[in-house]
């Protein structure tokens, strides 16, 4: 499976920014989904998680009431909406699969990465 994110940018502090991953070379729907980021300097980092249905979702306490993750299946593509940037919001965005399957917020349960998308907020 091939992930391709998109939709980062350069935006103020207060702004909103929608990110996109496409999923190909298999059904997303098969698959949880996750968003986690890269701060510069910094690890990797849990953000949001999807179900397969979309029913289910968990956030990273950083960003909970301000990002929201949902998910078309029959478009295949997760999105990232996100809210009252802040300037320690920029990082690189990445959408992965979750392996684990069990909405997990644990980076090294991720995988098929894909090149990920900058967001930067400035103050």
């Known amino acids: 499976v091939q992930l391709q994110a998109s939709g980062g940018g350069l935006v103020q502090a207060g702004d909103s920014l929608r990110l996109s991953c496409v999923v190909s070379?298999?059904?997303?729907?098969?698959?949880?989904m996750g968003w986690l980021r890269q701060a510069p300097g910094k690890e990797r980092e849990f953000v949001a998680v999807i179900s397969k249905s979309g029913a289910d979702t968990r956030y990273a306490d950083s960003v909970k009431g301000r990002f929201a993750i949902s998910r078309d299946n029959g478009e295949n593509t997760v999105y990232l909406e996100m809210n009252s940037l802040k300037p320690e919001d920029t990082a690189v965005y990445y959408c992965?699969?979750?392996?684990?399957?069990?909405?997990?917020?644990?980076?090294?349960?991720?995988?098929?990465w894909g090149p990920g998308t900058l967001v930067t907020v400035s103050s």
């Open positions: 070379g298999r059904t997303q729907r098969r698959f949880v």
């Open positions: 992965a699969v979750d392996r684990s399957a069990g909405l997990s917020t644990t980076e090294e349960l991720y995988a098929n």
